[in-house]
């Protein structure tokens, strides 16, 4: 018998049917014998209606006031679940996030988890209940409600599933795994049944869905072992876990995203310091940066080019705005007819054919490379948007193939 | 200055619009320099929606998931609240009923208040801030979610009110205070203006909604003045409070409910001890019983008659029927024929000659009369329900008249 945490997405309770639906998967592994501890999200798009609402009412709502609302939302699904599973004779329990012992910073709107404290939990599973959490939602110290981010869910069920030492966490969602390549852009590809948490911290980094980075670290850091797969279908889906060292270098996955915006700082001061303060701004502004590029100075001056998401493109513009009033440079650039890009695996940088077979690849389909950047894990490449989705194909068709089922790792 | 405490009914903050009145309302308060607490119940016919969810996902939900539910509905108009008057440029913080330290009991649904720890709410109003507070709602001393019952908001201001010792508790409601009658049935009933809290305590048993009766109650007991008046327009309402003893008897409003079943046990055997069972598996089943009759015994037999609200028709037969098996009676009688009619004031009961004119009264325009309960502020009569309405015009007529305004007590 394994003490299990799980957790379903906001697809997966998003109505009445769908919460009836959990409530008799959680019913099977409960009726097994199992520990459950099950972490739920918002119904729906109960989140994204909360926050229209409050900005319909206040032009920039307080954030510890954001959270008060926010929390609303996981509160309504694990009650609705618990009274789901009582129906079916199942007994449960719901907790909020503060309820079940999560502590967190003050930071409201982005909070970190501080502590779990999680006698009322264990109590709870003792006397042979599922233990129904509130996603996404913690308190502080001083009783405040906190909510932990976009995607905070993850890192509730991540976190408990560290902090219960649990067999393992499964993440339900609405694919059934983690994917060489959107399916959606390329036909052939293929489930991938283990990787590292390494690999996967950088896929959620690319933008992948399935798992938020926050999460995958806080796994790697505990040694959860964590199970992505789909609420409505019974079979495998990825394993995320220390797989052990592989011989050779494998470009496990091809991602891309269109929602990019590069931003170009056009004669910056060729001087120490000035992209410290560059990114000192953008950091306080929150802005997440991905492939930085500056060039070689020319005399006594310099270009500085990076590339936001499209979120963040609000955020960024005010960034730069702020940044005007700190250093001089002669003008900004934003562009937003770029797409990246990338290939992401083991090793990859250590081998130096992979870069070269990469970009080989995309100059045979004509897809002109704007910006690169590595890290040991991934190559990624900025080219203009509309050859994102053929050059997706291509890379697949060159490191992965269609044939062949990938079975690294796995313990 | 003063501190007061105001209460804003779910009518009043149903959409976001009226959540902007509220707060324009609030935020002239707040300049005027008085320190305030605001209770808000959850929006409009949120409470209703959560609850049909409950009931349509399990056929009997549990108590404390319904109130880990319903206890949302109050959480986003705190948190909405608190947005628009940010956006008015007023300081203010929400608080769930736990976080404003409103500690009950554990009998979910319908708990109740043991103790409220006012420290952190006082540190707020000290800064300044306006202090939102969740009205319908607390938590255990086990950190678990209770709500106080329907129209718990108006419990939870009385009782901030009292634990703050407030100059006075207002009461926002879609009416402007408690009238002699109902104006949709007696175009000349007029506003009361004062009243006092055991008239005001049998109103509210004879089902006038402006206050509930446990509010009243405990406003009575700490001393609370209160204020019953509209949200949508300036005009006083009606003060509820210690009125000065008053020289002569006087029936201050005409009552009445069309909404009554009668239910009659007929053949209930004559001993000792009957009327005890029947009474305690009424309330057993949380029934609330008005009007009891006990008929002279035949024998070894007797008839027992009383009045339940229509909406406990329900519980009433469930009870009923348990009932059938703890005692033997010849037949049961349900009567959905009839109405109530009230007539309330001080002392009523200790002036024979007000009883004889109502029942002149309602003989003169023929109504039958089947029922007849007193106490020392009220005499109710059970008529037929097709005769009510003329009945309330006709006892408005005889005791309160249409021209002279009443203005007893006052302080």
């Known amino acids: 018998m394994s003490l299990i945490v799980q957790k379903y997405g906001g697809s997966s309770v998003a109505d009445l049917d769908k919460i009836r639906f959990v409530a008799e998967k959680v019913k099977k592994y409960w009726q097994a014998g199992h520990k459950l501890v099950v972490v739920v999200s918002a119904m729906g798009k109960t989140t994204d209606t909360l926050l229209s609402m409050a900005h319909s009412i206040c032009s920039s709502p307080p954030e510890r006031e954001l959270d008060m609302l926010l929390a609303t939302g996981e509160q309504v699904s694990v009650a609705l679940l618990c009274m789901a599973l009582f129906d079916k004779g199942v007994s449960a329990i719901s907790l909020?996030?503060?309820?079940?012992?999560?502590?967190?910073?003050?930071?409201?709107?982005?909070?970190?988890?501080?502590?779990?404290?999680?006698?009322?939990?264990?109590?709870?599973?003792?006397?042979g209940k599922v233990v129904v959490v509130a996603g996404f939602q913690g308190k502080t110290a001083n009783e405040d409600i906190t909510t932990l981010g976009r995607g905070g869910s993850d890192t509730t069920a991540c976190a408990l599933a560290a902090a219960l030492r649990a067999d393992f966490c499964e993440i339900y969602t609405d694919v059934n795994g983690v994917y060489t390549a959107d399916p959606r852009v390329v036909p052939g590809a293929r489930k991938i049944p283990y990787i590292s948490y390494d690999e996967m911290s950088e896929m959620a980094n690319l933008g992948a869905k399935v798992l938020q980075l926050r999460a995958v670290d806080f796994s790697q850091r505990y040694g959860v072992r964590v199970h992505v797969r789909s609420t409505f279908?019974?079979?495998?889906?990825?394993?995320?876990?220390?797989?052990?060292a592989m011989e050779d270098v494998k470009v496990k996955a091809v991602t891309h995203t269109r929602e990019v915006m590069k931003v170009v700082l056009l004669g910056v001061p060729n001087q120490p310091g000035v992209a410290a303060s560059i990114f000192k701004v953008l950091s306080d502004f929150?802005?997440?940066?991905?492939?930085?590029?500056?060039?070689?100075?020319?005399?006594?001056?310099k270009d500085v080019a990076f590339v936001v998401t499209k979120e963040d493109e609000g955020k960024a513009r005010r960034a730069v705005a702020r940044l005007g009033e700190i250093i001089s440079f002669r003008e900004v650039k934003f562009d937003d007819s770029m797409g990246k890009i990338s290939i992401v695996g083991?090793?990859?940088?250590?081998?130096?054919?992979?870069?070269?077979?990469?970009?080989?690849?995309?100059?045979?389909?004509?897809?002109?490379?704007?910006?690169?950047?590595?890290?040991?894990?991934?190559?990624?490449?900025?080219?203009?948007?509309?050859?994102?989705?053929?050059?997706?194909?291509?890379?697949?068709e060159e490191f992965i193939g269609e044939g062949e089922v990938i079975l690294n790792g796995g313990s």
């Open 96 to 127: 909020t996030g503060g309820q079940a012992g999560i502590i967190t910073t003050g930071m409201h709107t982005k909070a970190k988890i501080v502590h779990i404290e999680v006698s009322r939990i264990l109590r709870y599973l003792e006397e």
């Open 233 to 244: 279908c019974e079979e495998e889906g990825t394993w995320v876990e220390e797989v052990s």
């Open 286 to 301: 929150s802005v997440f940066i991905d492939m930085i590029i500056q060039s070689e100075g020319r005399g006594t001056e």
């Open 346 to 396: 083991a090793g990859i940088a250590s081998d130096p054919r992979i870069a070269y077979r990469m970009f080989s690849t995309l100059a045979r389909i004509g897809a002109n490379i704007d910006m690169i950047s590595t890290s040991n894990l991934r190559i990624s490449c900025l080219i203009p948007r509309d050859r994102v989705e053929e050059a997706v194909r291509a890379l697949h």
